[in-house]
């Protein structure tokens, strides 16, 4: 089991940008991805992008262009810096660990809202 805590949330203006952190310790050593999923209140949960073990990435269409995930292996962390925020982007924003079957891991969540 792996333990994840994100950080970085925080309330910016629309167009504004902030970088979520998720901090999991040996999630590279167990062969994990991960990945990033949103939800605003009274909407399912979403997710947002994924990047695997090998540095690969992926995006929903939504944030595509728009929000960049990356990992620092050395610091067992997995970034999501999102730029020209939309209010629409306001929801709750958990990490997940992914890419194998025993890859179920998820954070609490960190709030990020954008304000117009």
């Known amino acids: 089991q792996v333990q994840l805590v994100e950080s970085g949330g925080g309330s910016v203006q629309a167009g504004g940008s902030l970088r979520l952190s998720c901090r999991a310790p040996?999630?590279?050593?167990?062969?994990?991805?991960m990945d990033w999923y949103r939800q605003a209140a009274g909407k399912q949960r979403e997710w947002v992008s994924s990047?695997?073990?090998?540095?690969?990435?992926s995006y929903s269409d939504s944030v595509k262009g728009r929000f960049t995930t990356s990992q620092d292996k050395a610091k067992d962390t997995v970034y999501l810096q999102m730029n020209s925020l939309k209010p629409e982007d306001t929801a709750m924003y958990s990490c997940?660990?992914?890419?194998?079957?025993?890859?179920?891991?998820w954070g609490q969540g960190t709030q990020v809202t954008v304000s117009s």
């Open positions: 997940k660990t992914s890419g194998k079957w025993w890859c179920e891991d």
């Open positions: 040996g999630f590279t050593s167990v062969n994990c991805g």
């Open positions: 990047i695997s073990t090998y540095g690969s990435t």
